[in-house]
Every structure is written in C-alpha cells, then in structure tokens.
C-alpha cells in the first residue's frame, strides 16, 4: 500500500489511531508501541533503499543497451527490428518509396506545407500505423496530415542514427499536487545518445541536419528577429535575408500602390508611425539579383539539365507511387478472396462479412485503377527537342532566364536564401549601404544610390522628353505618336504611345499644343510647300538640304522638313542653277 517513506510512515501513524494490526511474514507488529513503530519504521526505509536500487539498476541496464545502440522499444514506420537487435529497411518496397519520396519533395519544395499541400492534391498516400492493432504491427495506408509528414522529416532514425532521450521528464506542483510532465523541445547537444551511421538511412546525416535548419528557419512564430520565415507569395525577393544595420531586426517587405507591386522594405523598431529606415525594393533586388548571377554563371549548364531532369521525372513519379498502390491493392484482392473460398459456403454469418471484405478491396483496386489510367492518358510532361535546347541555352544566359516571365519569384527566393545568410542594410544620405554574407563565410559590399524625394521609376528619358517637345510645334499629337512609335520609342511604362497618351505626356510637361496656322505664322514651310513655292519638285528641294544649299531643320527621322521663308528668297537664285531633271541613281540614293 506504500510506495515510499512519507506514505508508509503516513500509513503506520492511520493504522495506530485505528487500532490495526500490521503483519508480514515474520510476524505481528502493533504501531502503537514504540518497539513495534521502530522496527516498521526501519523495514519500511530498507523496503524504500531496495526499491530505489533495484529502479536504478535496471535504469543503468537500459542506458548501457541504449549507448550500444541495442534498445528498440517501438521502431518507426519505414524499418523493422531483427532477431539481433538491429533495425533495417523495411522490406516492403512501397514502404520504402513512399518515405523516400517526401525527402525528395522537400528537397524540391523546401517547406513541409508545402509538401503536405502537394501530397494531398495528388492522393498521394503515406503508410500510419493503426492505433487499433493491439497485438500485432498493423499499417495502413492513408492522404497524409501535417504530423505525418512532420515526424518523417524531423525524425533522425531516417537519417541513419540512433538517439535516446530526445526528450525529458520534469516535476511541476499544481494545485498542491505533484504532475510530472514530458517535454519533447530539448536541444540536439542534450541527447542522451546520439550515434550517426548507426543503420542505413533514407538520407544522410548532413541533410538531415539541413533540413532541420531549414524547417526551424520556416518557423515564423518564432519572431522576425530570429528566423527569416518561411518563402512566401510576393514579388520582394529579399524578404527574411534583410538585417536592419541600426538595430539588428529583420527588415518588413511591404506592397503598395493600385496594384500592390510596388516593393518597399522598412524597419519597425522607430516610434510611432516612424521608421528606422525605409527604402523601395526593385532597385535593390536588381542590384543582389545580379551579383548572384555573376557568381552562379558557372553552374548556369547545370541547372538546365537539372531542370530538365526533374520535368522529365515529375509525372514518373506520380505513376510510380499509383503503381505501387495498385500492386497492394492487387494483393488485398487476392487476399480477400481466399479467405472467402477457404470458409464453409454454408456457415453464412462469416461467408457474409468476408463477401463483403472482398467487394471493398475491389472497389480500391477499380479506384486506383481509374486513376492510373489518367495520369498515364494525361498529357506528357517530356520535353520536345525544342524546349530541352531552350533550356539549354537559358543555362548560357542566366540573366535572361532570370527575369523571365515565367521565372517563378518563389524559386529566386529559395536561390538567395541558399547563398545568403543574411545581407545587413543602413542608409547613410541618399545611399543605401548593404553588406552581403555568403554561406561560405565571405562578405561583399553594396552601395546603391536611392531616389531621390519625388522621383520614381516611371519617367521618360530626357532625349524621348525634348524630341516632343520639338514635334509638337509642327505636328499634332496622332501624328507625333505615328512618328515615336516608327523610332521605336516607349513610354515610361513601356506601352506604345497614342494620342491620348501624347496629349497627357504635353501636360505633365507643360507642352503646348499644336494649332492650325501656328507654323505658317512662324513663318516656316515644309518640303512639300517649298517645292510648290519654287516650282520644283519634292526631290529637287531636298537635294538641296542634302547639299547644305538650302538651310533646313528637322527634329528627327521621320519628322517634317521645316525651312525658314526668309531662307528660301535667299537661295532662290541659288536653285535656278540646279537642274530639274534628277539623275535616276542620284534619285535612288535620295529615296534610300
């Protein structure tokens, strides 16, 4: 009835105000006298020394076992435990590829929301073991939850090693009561036992170790000072690298304007609506982007045929993993149908259930099959000939691989993040400071030069500027549009331009508008009307230009002639010397 000193001494002193007689196999001891209390008192400490060293023994036995690596109270799913104490792969082949396969897809995808997103938009099944088999180790297969996939990714036995005392017990007192509680967070140097290479791993050690780190990292409920956070949807691609140089937090990716794509990074450490620092994030992301490429130019070859190999790869392993389902399924099958011919047709209350066992496996087996049979008629992921020499040479020219459309921001993200451990960021005036820490160990520094207040990205150069506002004393504003849009000419958002968009260009510039008669009363002709005033012809007059016989101004190709009439009258006897017949090669080159 007592399991240590307090209660059996709490037990003695009840048993004495009740008058109870205790007794043993050595005899009859009343506590109320003395004598008695004292020899129970000392049973019940030696009772207590015996307990304790026999708990600490077998304690010590465990331990000793667990440091040889020999202790396997539960295997996980993935390996089975061999009549040595050992543990190996499980022999089951869809067993071993399906755990396989979500290493593989974190190592593409880098987030186990991510994998779980994917797993279960595809039906793609992972083996649980039933927490109804009682006497035997029962798996099944099921659409995987985020602790499923969690535990393979986050448990070392993949890895190839063997732990003890991943986590510990530690005593609270609750309500005046002991309750002993089982913390799982313990730090990796806290491990009891910790063996790398123990058995044949799904991954290796290192990698392991990464994807810890990486999972850790993805961990945004930690503080933004802490971690970078998990990759997520937007356009800024250094959101989680960037370091306030001031105040040592991380930097805050925002989005604004109509459509939410202007990227602007701040620091919220300052008081108020203040910020520490804040700067717009193209300009910046422009300027790491490209010191990335210039140090990944190398590996440009590479990657493409890395990419190639995993489209190529993509659906096989979609229809592997069906394959493999269909096959168990198969199995099921033909296991339900024996047991169902080995029974007694006449005893129906069992023929009856295992009827009905084997038209659900069948029902699985028809399922899986309808399946199989899509993904094999979809539409095939193998690249053409085409696109495996496009890829090819994106791998030569990784700048424009880079800002290619369909270049996905999250894919840049994963890239930085890889060669970066952090970039700390300080602005000094107009200049924006920026120190880059590689993975490797090196540092690199940036200076980039801000906007300045009132500035942004939008503008038209000032070439572009005054070429229209030249255009617009001669020509109105359809017409000034033809003549950029012939020149090649963009607007500040790289459309092409129109009459309206001219007409607003005028505006924000304060550029007057053209009006009929404005020419002729500056007193300026065009080529057309200064051949009617001397009565030549078109190419006669601009011979004429061409020989610098005839002072003419135009503001670009394409644009009108414009010739001063006081320039005119005074070339006129100048012109009466110049045939009016043109020479044909002389009228060829004049066209060209």
């Known amino acids: 009835m007592a399991r240590n000193g307090r209660e059996w001494h709490t037990l003695l002193e009840f048993c004495g105000l009740v008058n109870t007689l205790l007794i043993d196999e050595d005899g009859i001891y009343d506590p109320r006298l003395p004598n008695d209390r004292l020899l129970l ?38 390996f089975v435990r061999t009549h040595d104490d050992r543990i190996e792969k499980d022999p089951d082949l869809r067993i071993r590829e399906a755990i396989a396969f979500v290493f593989r897809k974190f190592r593409e995808l880098g987030s186990i929301r991510q994998v779980l997103i994917w797993m279960r938009q595809e039906r793609i099944e992972l ?42 017990t530690v005593a609270r007192i609750e309500n005046g009561r002991k309750r002993l509680i089982r913390q799982r967070v313990q730090e990796q140097q806290d491990w009891k036992v910790l063996l790398v290479q123990h058995h044949e791993g799904y991954i290796g050690w290192d990698e392991y170790q990464s994807n810890q780190a990486l999972i850790a990292q993805n961990a945004n409920m930690k503080g933004s000072t802490i971690v970078q956070g998990a990759v997520k949807q937007g356009k800024a691609l250094l959101s989680g690298l960037l370091r306030c140089g001031r105040c040592g937090r991380r930097l805050h990716a925002g989005y604004s304007g109509t459509r939410n794509n202007v990227i602007r ?24 982007s490209e010191e990335v490429l210039r140090c ?36 099921e099958v033909a296991h339900a149908r024996r047991q169902y011919d080995a029974v007694d047709p006449d005893h129906r209350l069992v023929a009856a259930e295992l009827e009905r066992r084997w038209n659900e496996t069948l029902k699985a087996q ?71 820490h ?40 359809q ?41 002729e009363a500056r007193g300026e002709l065009t080529l057309e009307e200064a051949a009617a005033a001397l009565n030549v012809s078109r190419m006669t007059v601009l011979r004429m230009i061409r020989s610098k016989l005839l002072p003419a101004t135009q503001a670009c190709l394409g644009a009108p002639w414009l010739i001063r009439k006081e320039d005119l009258e005074m070339r006129r006897e100048q012109l009466k010397n110049v045939p009016r017949t043109p020479d044909p090669n002389q009228l060829c080159m004049d066209l060209e």
């Not at 399946?371 to 000939?385: D, G, K, M, V």
């Not at 090649?488 to 304060?510: E, P, Y």
Request: hydrophobic share 35%.
């Open 127 to 168: 083996p649980v073991i039933s927490s109804s088999a009682e006497d035997e180790r029962k798996i099944v297969w099921q659409v995987p939850v985020y602790n499923t996939i969690k535990h393979i990714l986050t448990n070392p036995i993949y890895g190839g090693s063997y732990v003890r005392g991943r986590s510990k």
């Open 479 to 519: 017409s000034i549009g033809a003549v950029l849009n012939r020149l090649n000419k963009r607007t500040a958002h790289g459309h092409n331009w129109t009459a309206g968009r001219v007409c607003a260009f005028r505006n924000d510039h304060a550029i007057p508008v053209y009006r009929d008669g404005e020419r």
């Open 366 to 436: 028809s399922v899986l099959q309808e399946e199989l049979e899509q993904l094999r008629q979809a539409p095939s992921n193998e690249l053409s000939a085409a696109a495996k020499a496009e890829l090819l040479s994106l791998g030569t020219d990784l700048p424009r691989l880079w800002n290619h459309p369909a270049s996905s921001p999250e894919i840049k993200k994963r890239i930085l993040r890889t060669v970066f451990k952090e970039i700390v960021v300080n602005i000094s005036g107009d200049t924006i400071h920026m120190v880059l």
């Open 265 to 288: 990074y701040d620091c919220r450490a300052g008081q108020g609506d203040l910020y520490c620092l804040s700067f717009g994030g193209l300009r910046v992301d422009e300027r790491v």
């Open 296 to 331: 990944l130019e190398p590996l440009g070859i590479q990657a493409s045929l890395k990419a190639i190999e995993q489209e190529c790869s993509a659906s096989h392993e979609r229809i592997r993993q069906k394959e493999l389902a269909l096959q168990q399924a198969s199995y």
């Open 41 to 78: 008192g000392m049973k019940g400490t030696i009772s207590e020394m015996e307990l304790s060293t026999f708990r600490q023994r077998a304690q010590g036995a465990l331990d000793e076992k667990a440091k040889r690596g020999e202790l396997h109270t539960t295997v996980t799913i993935g």
């Open 438 to 477: 590689w993975q490797g160990g090196s540092h690199t520094g940036l200076q980039i030069a801000k906007n300045s207040r009132g500035q942004h990205r939008w503008t038209t150069d000032a070439d572009t500027i005054e070429l229209v506002r030249h255009l617009a004393r001669v020509l109105p504003d």
